[in-house]
């Protein structure tokens, strides 16, 4: 079950990063064109691409271990860490400068 949605994060991630699948960032497909112009798209598909890779990662390996309470508290953890972060990332580098 767990590697089927690691796979899918995996997919996701190759559609971000190819350019063709911004369409998949959410907040990003609804924005005005204003909006979007604010932001360097080839950043932020490369940002969100490496957290839906880390996710896969993430998930994939809670196919190979035990999900415990040790390690599902390391994955909800390091999920939101990394989302906090990528959501930071956004928030500052991938803003256009004039």
């Known amino acids: 079950m767990l590697i089927g949605v690691a796979i899918l994060f995996l ?25 979007k112009e604010e932001y360097n798209e080839k950043k932020l ?5 490496t957290l839906c890779i880390y996710i896969s990662i ?19 953890v390091s999920i ?3 989302i906090i972060s990528t959501i930071i990332y956004i928030n500052t580098k991938c803003k256009k400068t004039n």
């Open 11 to 35: 997919i996701i991630a190759l559609l971000i990063f190819s350019g063709k699948g911004s369409f998949l960032i959410i907040g990003y497909n609804i924005a005005s064109k204003e909006e």
């Open 45 to 49: 598909c490369r940002a969100v691409g």
């Open 58 to 76: 993430i998930t994939a390996l809670a196919n190979f271990f035990k999900f415990n309470d040790i390690y599902g508290t390391f994955y909800l």
């Open 80 to 82: 939101f860490a990394m």
